[in-house]
Every structure is written in structure tokens, then in C-alpha cells.
């Protein structure tokens, strides 16, 4: 699927591309969160779902003892060169609030794409997330999810 002027790239072909050449590294050990950090919650799409773009992404996040979240901390990286595509996301018309974020018609290149995401509260302490997300390859069918081929666009 090719961008337009209604949806844009949140990450180029290109960019997928140099992603994918960079070399294997081993698993990282898995950091323990900082205690009372923010919470990060994918909502939208489904986990594991087979992608077909434009794609909505919404993530809710939460504080556990009920500190403020701070929507200017929000960061959102791309794979393992941490891309920072904060800046597309908020050009795209994405809705950040200190509730969650909502970015609607979202456009990735086929494969599987990790994004992380990592939100602040008042008390400086740093939630993270890391999302992986698939999208399907010849994604031609006006956006409608692989399990809803020919059923036009999804409604959620």
C-alpha cells in the first residue's frame, strides 16, 4: 500500500528495510519496571493480529498509586535503532491525553515491526512497553483486517 495524503509512512519501506539488515543480537535479560511506574496497556489492534494498513493504534496507561501522567513525556521508538517516531505519530493527528493515546490510519510496510513506548509521571518514574506488530504483505483490501476480507473497513 502506497501512503497518501490522508495517511502517511509511520515507518518508510526504507526504514523498515535498514531495520531488518541490522545484525541479530542476542536477548536482552529483561529489566524489572521501576516500582509504581506507569502502566502501558495495548488496546487496539489485538495482540498477535495479522495487520492490514491503515491500522488504528490505542494504548491506555495508567499509575498504580494514582500519580499524574505526564502526555509531553510520551515517547515512542522504533525496533533496535530506537527510531524516534514521537514526532510523526503527533504530526499524524494522534490524540495524547493522560489517559492513552489514540493514532488513527496508521501505515507500516509488510513484516513485523516492535515499537516501544515509554510514558512519565509526576514522580519522574519511566513506564515502558515494547509492542510487536505484523503487517501483512499486499495489503490491497481498503484497510479491512485479514479475517474481514471483502467486508470493507473494520469498525470497532
Given at each position: 500500500?502506497?501512503?497518501?495524503?490522508?495517511?502517511?509512512?509511520?515507518?518508510?519501506?526504507?526504514?523498515?528495510?535498514r531495520e531488518q539488515a541490522l545484525p541479530d543480537e542476542a536477548?536482552?535479560?529483561r529489566a524489572m519496571p521501576?516500582?509504581?511506574?506507569?502502566?502501558?496497556e495495548l488496546l487496539d489492534p489485538e495482540s498477535g493480529a495479522l495487520l492490514r494498513p491503515p491500522f488504528e493504534i490505542?494504548?491506555?496507561?495508567?499509575?498504580?498509586?494514582?500519580?499524574?501522567?505526564?502526555?509531553?513525556s510520551l515517547r515512542v521508538l522504533y525496533g533496535r535503532s530506537r527510531l524516534d517516531l514521537t514526532g510523526r505519530l503527533l504530526a499524524a493527528g494522534t490524540r495524547v491525553d493522560p489517559r492513552g493515546l489514540n493514532a488513527p490510519a496508521q501505515v507500516l510496510p509488510a513484516g513485523l515491526h516492535r515499537l516501544q513506548v515509554e510514558i512519565s509521571d509526576s514522580r519522574q518514574r519511566t513506564g515502558r512497553r515494547e509492542f510487536v506488530l505484523e503487517v501483512a504483505d499486499g495489503a490491497a483490501d481498503?484497510?479491512?483486517?485479514?479475517g474481514q476480507r471483502g467486508a470493507g473497513p473494520a469498525t470497532r
Open positions: 500500500m502506497a501512503a497518501t495524503a490522508a495517511t502517511a509512512w509511520l515507518v518508510s519501506p526504507e526504514e523498515a528495510a536477548p536482552l535479560t521501576e516500582p509504581g511506574a506507569p502502566r502501558i490505542r494504548l491506555r496507561w495508567s499509575s498504580p498509586d494514582g500519580s499524574a501522567l505526564d502526555p509531553a481498503g484497510g479491512a483486517p485479514l
